[in-house]
C-alpha cells in the first residue's frame, strides 16, 4: 500500500499563487505517472495534471498556462505550482497514482474574489 500526502493548501485571493506537494512511501516512486485532480462542492472529481516525467506531462485546458506539475524522483515528492488563481479552482486537491488505486487525503484550496 503506498501513501500519499498532500501539503500546500490555504486561502488565497484571486491572482495569487500556491504550490502544493505530495510525498509518497514508495521506492517505486520514479516508475509511477503521478496526477493530480480535484473536486469542487457538489462537481465530479476531474483531472488537473499528470506527469510521467519532467519532460511529459499534461494538463487540463482550465489550468494550461496558469499551473506546473513537476516531481522529484529523489524525494518521492510532485509538486503542482499554481499561479494566477481564480475563485473557479476552489477545491479539494488530491494526489493520485495513475493506473493504481492510490489517493491522498486531499488539501483544501480556496481561492476568495
Known amino acids: 500500500q503506498v501513501q500519499l500526502v498532500e501539503s500546500g493548501g490555504g486561502l488565497v485571493q484571486a491572482g495569487d499563487s500556491l504550490r502544493l506537494s505530495c510525498a509518497a512511501s514508495t521506492s517505486l516512486f520514479s516508475f509511477y505517472t503521478m496526477g493530480w485532480y480535484r473536486q469542487a462542492p457538489g462537481k465530479q472529481r476531474e483531472l488537473v495534471a499528470t506527469i510521467i516525467n519532467n519532460d511529459r506531462t499534461n494538463y487540463a485546458d482550465s489550468v494550461k498556462g496558469r499551473f506546473t506539475i513537476s516531481r522529484d524522483n529523489a524525494k518521492n515528492t510532485v509538486y503542482l505550482q499554481m499561479n494566477s488563481l481564480k475563485p473557479e479552482d476552489t477545491a479539494v486537491y488530491y494526489c493520485?497514482?495513475?493506473?493504481?488505486?492510490?489517493w491522498g487525503q486531499g488539501t483544501q484550496v480556496t481561492v476568495s474574489s
Open positions: 493520485h497514482v495513475e493506473y493504481k488505486t492510490y
